[in-house]
């Protein structure tokens, strides 16, 4: 009976502290400290703060920002669109993959636990603020019970924080009609005043023409003899295909080319008396010198299936232990061989940054490493289209070669490059999206 005296009294502890914590926070902390501290007081895997007014996602346990264009995003928000909608949405209920529409009930698995929360978060002025959290076990009454006074003192610390941001004043009381002049003509100039274009991107420094290793011929993967980012030399051995089969195949086509040469010598032997026999040397040799040539050939297979370097460098690739038992076909990449005093800049811009920009345009790189030691590049290539990312946001490929040859980055390096253009009037430059978006809608 102590014990369980004892979780109480630290439920509740946990239940004051986290009010406590959550009508101090500023405003900007306070999602993530319902998203993410919640936990302390009881166990779930994801948690997500929702807007209902607005309908976005405030902020996603785990992660400092929710990225907007990512498919959990765009999958979820979509989920709670349609369950706002739901007359229990407006109470503390139980929420899973049955209260969604087919479409979207048949990918809960892929991103979601089974069992969901919903949790409105009640302040004064309504609720608009909604607390989801999700776990795979099921919810019990007594943790519903203790929720129901977290989720007051949350909503209550929301309206708070909202009320309390600071409002920012665009305008000054002016009098006089000759400083309002000023003013506006200080205005315009501003606004036409050229300015120099940039745009943020990931970037990964990549071998430049790096020799590509490929699959010798059709086969399994049995055996990797190096490892990711081990230096290689000329002539050692990088992998091995399954030999099994090539090597039956050896063994039957050798005891063919001996049975074909034991009829060669026995009818060259009898040929000597019998005139039918010599009529048949031609064929039985030619038999024969078929034989050789597929044992010859198969032998000469059975070597190519060990693959060595034929330059020196780093190998580049993924987990080794994901290439073995693998089936390529011939001609397949495997891994590359680069040199690390050869690198160069690759970019992926999306699409919605997209700025003007031309061969040698000027490129700076932060590593993730040292972001406060900038590399400077020289843009050399930009693809024509656009391809996915593994984020699955469309963007351009580009290339970026450095500048500094004395000072390269590792092989590898992550970071982000930021790439500058032409110069642009102040205006066109901060009106660039909305002018894109009008002409979308327009179809111009």
């Known amino acids: 009976m102590s014990e369980q005296r004892h979780q109480q009294l630290l439920k509740l502890t946990l239940l004051l502290q986290l009010e406590q914590r959550a009508r101090t926070a500023s405003f900007d902390e306070l999602p993530y400290i319902l998203v993410n501290e919640t936990a302390e007081l009881l166990p779930y895997r994801?948690?997500?703060?929702?807007?209902?007014?607005?309908?976005?996602?405030?902020?996603?346990?785990?992660?400092?920002?929710?990225?907007?264009?990512?498919?959990?995003?765009?999958?979820?928000?979509?989920?709670l669109k349609h369950f706002a909608k739901n007359p229990r949405a407006t109470d503390t209920t139980l929420f899973n993959a049955p209260d969604l529409s087919d479409e979207l009930a048949a990918d809960w698995g892929e991103w979601l636990p089974e069992h969901g929360l919903w949790l409105p978060l009640p302040s004064p002025s309504g609720s608009s603020f909604v607390l989801l959290l999700f776990r795979e076990s099921v919810w019990f009454e007594a943790e519903l019970h203790i929720l129901t006074y977290l989720c007051s003192a949350y909503g209550h610390a929301l309206a708070l924080s909202t009320a309390n941001v600071p409002q920012r004043t665009w305008h000054l009381p002016l009098k006089g009609k000759r400083l309002q002049r000023y003013i506006a003509a200080l205005v315009v100039l501003v606004l036409v005043l050229p300015v120099r274009q940039s745009v943020l991107a990931d970037a990964e420094v990549i071998p430049h023409h790096p020799h590509l290793v490929r699959a010798p011929?059709?086969?399994?993967i049995e055996t990797f003899y190096i490892q990711p980012n081990e230096s290689v030399s000329i002539g050692q051995k990088l992998f091995a295909l399954d030999m099994t089969q090539l090597r039956s195949r050896l063994n039957v086509a050798q005891e063919t080319l001996d049975i074909a040469k034991t009829e060669y010598l026995q009818t060259t032997q009898q040929a000597m008396l019998d005139p039918a026999a010599?009529?048949?040397?031609?064929?039985?040799k030619s038999k024969w010198d078929q034989q050789v040539a597929e044992a010859e050939y198969l032998q000469t297979l059975l070597k190519?299936?060990?693959v060595t370097a034929s330059k020196a460098g780093v190998a580049v690739f993924d987990d080794p232990n994901d290439w073995l038992g693998h089936p390529v076909t011939?001609?397949?990449?495997?891994?590359?061989?680069?040199?690390?005093?050869?690198?160069?800049?690759?970019v992926r811009l999306p699409m919605e940054d997209l700025i003007y920009l031309e061969e040698g345009s000027e490129v700076l790189f932060f590593p993730n490493v040292e972001p406060h030691h900038p590399m400077p590049a020289a843009l050399s290539y930009f693809s024509y289209r656009a391809s996915p990312t593994p984020a699955n946001v469309m963007a351009y490929r580009l290339k970026a070669q450095f500048t500094d040859s004395e000072k390269l980055p590792r092989l590898g390096y992550r970071g982000v490059a930021k790439l500058y253009g032409s110069h642009r009037p102040l205006l066109l430059w901060l009106l660039r999206k909305p002018i894109r978006t009008v002409r979308t809608w327009l179809a111009w």
Request: hydrophobic share 40%; charged share 25%; net charge negative.
């Open 46 to 79: 994801q948690a997500v703060l929702w807007d209902s007014q607005a309908e976005q996602i405030k902020a996603v346990s785990g992660v400092p920002q929710p990225e907007k264009n990512a498919p959990y995003t765009l999958w979820i928000t979509e989920a």
């Open 330 to 346: 011939q001609g397949e990449k495997i891994l590359a061989v680069a040199n690390p005093q050869t690198v160069e800049l690759e």
């Open 278 to 284: 010599k009529a048949k040397l031609a064929t039985l």
């Open 217 to 220: 011929l059709d086969g399994v």
């Open 304 to 306: 190519r299936c060990e």
